[in-house]
Nanobody, 126 residues
Framework: QVQLVESGGGSVQAGGSLRLSCLASGYSYNYVMGWFRQAPGKEREGVAS???????IYTDSVKGRFTISKDNAKNTLYLQMNTLKPEDTAMYYCAARPFRGYYLAPNLSPAPYEYWGQGTQVTVSS
């Protein structure tokens, strides 16, 4: 059973930075990994996703400010968030999408992801 545990959230002022981490355990397949966020009253949205070949994609609102990465030796997924804005305020979740086969492209849609962490809150004040 895959378990994902996020950390690194907090409260910062606009323009600040945070780095989220997601420690994964229980892996037995290949996975596409992703970061998602959900603000109160809004749908969960994909922020960034990374494939096994390290190819990454981002939602338009975070391009140039956020960077997704992973350290396979540490089983850890990261999201470096710079130049944070109040509209980035949300609960952030990491997720894993298992697959068999050679390759699966990164994906920002929440639906295909099978495993989710409990979330970490990010609050950006103006």
């Amino acid at each position: 059973q895959v378990q994902l545990v996020e950390s690194g959230g907090g409260s910062v002022q606009a323009g600040g930075s945070l780095r989220l981490s997601c420690l994964a355990s229980g892996y037995s397949y290949n996975y596409v990994m992703g970061w998602f966020r959900q603000a109160p009253g809004k749908e969960r949205e994909g922020v960034a996703s990374i494939a096994t070949d390290m190819r990454a994609i981002y939602t338009d609102s975070v391009k140039g400010r956020f960077t997704i990465s992973k350290d396979n030796a540490k089983n850890t997924l990261y999201l470096q968030m710079n130049t944070l804005k109040p509209e980035d305020t949300a609960m952030y979740y990491c997720a894993a999408r298992p697959f068999r086969g050679y390759y699966l492209a990164p994906n920002l849609s929440p639906a295909p992801y099978e495993y989710w962490g409990q979330g970490t809150q990010v609050t950006v004040s103006s």
